[in-house]
Each structure stands twice: as C-alpha cells, then as structure tokens.
C-alpha cells in the first residue's frame, strides 16, 4: 500500500507471517503466548474509527479468521483482542491465545514480565503451522 509503514516498535517485537486482503500478520515473538498482530496496511491510522467502513468490515473478518486459526492449532480456552495503542500509535491489533496456566492467566498479557523469544526452530515450526492454517 502506497505510504504504509510498519512502526519500528511492531517491526522490532515480531516477525512477519502473511499479507492479508487488509492487514500485514505478524507473529509477537514471545513463546509465552502464541500470539498475532494485525496491522491494516493504510497510511496514518490511529484508531479503529479512522478506517472507512469497508476496511473496519475486513479487519473484523480478519480478526476472526486470526482467531479461530489460533484458537483451533492452539487449544486455547480463550482468545483475546485487544487494540490499545498505548506504546505505539499505528493501528494494530492483538489476537492472543490463552490458556489456564498461561504466563498472566487469567490476568491480561501486558505488563507480565520479559518477553521469551522464540528459538529459531521453534519459531520457524510455529510459522509453518500458522502458514499451513492460514490463507
């Protein structure tokens, strides 16, 4: 997309998965949570309202494909989605897997102590998994 920029920060914290009809998918690099970021690929988008309403209907089915993705490879008891922006500004969105257990359960993931990043390996086998699940 003509004058799409992923944000250093986002750029920095993932690794890239796919290019979707709307948003780039990322992959947070932290084994804690398996856990994917959406980032609808429009210039200068700060919240959810700043898209028009075509693309705020793709991102929510884009969403919702990230989610049932990672709820089925996953086995996850919940799926969080958050947007909040509070550290980066760009539009994005978190889809979260979690599980009883997990690293904050039942608290929220942010704030929980130092990412894990993923092993070469183990983050090249999550990838292959999500690519084979996802479009």
């Not at 750029?11 to 979707?20: M, Y």
């Amino acid at each position: 997309m003509t004058g799409f920029a992923l944000h250093p920060r986002l750029a920095a914290d993932t690794v890239f998965v796919a290019d979707w009809a709307l948003s780039r998918v990322l992959l947070m690099n932290d084994t804690r949570y398996p856990w994917l970021v959406l980032v609808p690929q429009r210039p200068h988008l700060v919240e959810l309202h700043d898209l028009n309403a075509a693309d705020r209907a793709t991102l929510i089915e884009e969403i919702s494909l990230a989610s049932r993705t990672l709820k089925t490879i996953t086995g996850a008891a919940k799926i969080n989605v958050g947007a909040l922006g509070n550290l980066v500004a760009q539009l994005h969105v978190h889809v979260v897997a979690r599980k009883p257990g997990d690293h904050a359960w039942p608290k929220p993931v942010w704030g929980r102590g130092s990412p894990n990043p993923y092993a070469p390996a183990a983050r090249e086998a999550f990838l292959n998994e999500l690519a084979r699940s996802l479009p």
